[in-house]
């Protein structure tokens, strides 16, 4: 009976065409990334919506819906970038970056959100992951990581 | 840097680490050695697993896309193949849930068991020893290759699949119990 690590060692390799297959598919969303970044257009409408996090200081306007779309405002102190990640952007850091408010120095963005809930996050200078602590979370089975989820009115 | 040759070695944390970083700054190449690095390790892992070439390229692919896309979210104090495992040994238990119509199940007795039609057509040793595996229950089975195959530590089992280490051991020891009665080799795993 062969023993289960030299058995396990012995496993066939995987297919030169399997890895090829993957290279391949792997070039492919690099490149769909760049395109989807090129191409995003915001034709969105605007709500204000508020969150308080830890470590950051954010504020709370109320609730401003126009057309389709969402505000979101948060204060980051230090930071140099946001970006907001999230089920609606399939989790890209560089999809939907936030733009710094000078009047307010809030990190503003606008999405269009469809009725239901968003699992979504911060990515702060491209490295750092941040929740909304204040928000309800949701937990990710792949990552480890919780989300916070924005319900949008009338969903 | 040098790839490891797919012989189910760790690499340095840092210089994992690094490439990490480089890649999140958009360097493809970066990543593409973290692939060359750890593409055997999970193939070996699922093919496996899964029991099959089929399945286990789906869910090795499925896991390196995954992982392109969410480099910003690993943390440096993890290892980087035990991330990558969490993710892989996720997709493995997606299409082992999703794809049942390769299983059939034979009553024996009161107990059922579960076969999967495609096994090793080498010798038959290994053939048994697959579908002995393929027997396990399927958290057992993730446990004992981790263990005896990946020749993970409890630790690291603990982090990628989300349980203690208590209950990893249990399970392995539970999983070679099993093993060593359908196969009747009381020296196999020890």
């Given at each position: 009976m062969p023993d289960l690590r030299d058995w396990y060692a012995r496993t066939p390799g995987a297919p030169d065409a399997a890895r090829a297959r993957l290279a391949s598919a792997l070039r492919a969303d690099r490149a769909s990334l760049g395109r989807a970044r090129r191409g995003r257009g915001l034709a969105l409408a605007l709500a204000a919506v508020a969150v308080l996090m830890v470590g950051v200081a954010l504020t709370r306007d109320g609730a401003e819906e126009r057309a389709a779309g969402y505000r979101l405002a948060v204060r980051v102190p230090a930071a140099t970038r946001v970006s907001l990640v999230g089920d609606f952007n399939d989790w890209r850091a560089d999809a939907t970056p936030m733009v710094r408010d000078?009047?307010?120095d809030e990190w503003v963005t606008t999405v269009a959100l469809p009725p239901g809930r968003h699992g979504y996050a911060f990515v702060v200078d491209g490295a750092r992951w941040v929740v909304d602590s204040l928000a309800p979370m949701s937990g990710s089975a792949d990552f480890g990581l919780t989300n916070s989820l924005l319900v949008p009115a009338g969903s | 840097m040098t790839p490891d040759g797919g012989l189910g070695l760790w690499t340095s944390v840092t210089a994992d680490d690094d490439l990490v970083a480089q890649a999140v700054a958009g360097d493809p190449d970066a990543f593409a050695i973290l692939v060359e690095r750890y593409y055997a390790d999970c193939w070996r892992f699922a093919r496996r697993i899964l029991g099959n070439e089929a399945d286990a390229e789906d869910a090795v692919h499925d896991t390196f896309l995954r992982a392109q896309r969410a480099l910003v979210r690993f943390r440096p104090q993890e290892r980087f193949k035990a991330w990558l495992f969490r993710i892989l040994t996720n997709r493995c238990r997606t299409l082992v849930r999703t794809r049942r119509r390769r299983e059939h199940w034979f009553p024996a007795g009161d107990e059922t068991i579960a076969v999967t039609a495609?096994?090793?057509?080498?010798a038959p040793a290994d053939a048994r020893l697959a579908d002995a595996l393929a027997r396990l229950d399927p958290d057992q089975r993730e446990a004992l290759l981790m263990k005896y195959g990946e020749d993970m530590e409890y630790e690291e089992m603990a982090s990628i699949l989300g349980v203690g280490v208590s209950a990893l051991k249990m399970r392995v020891s539970r999983a070679r119990a099993a093993m060593r009665a359908m196969l009747g080799d009381r020296a196999a795993y020890d």
């Open positions: 000078p009047r307010s | 495609a096994r090793d057509a080498a």
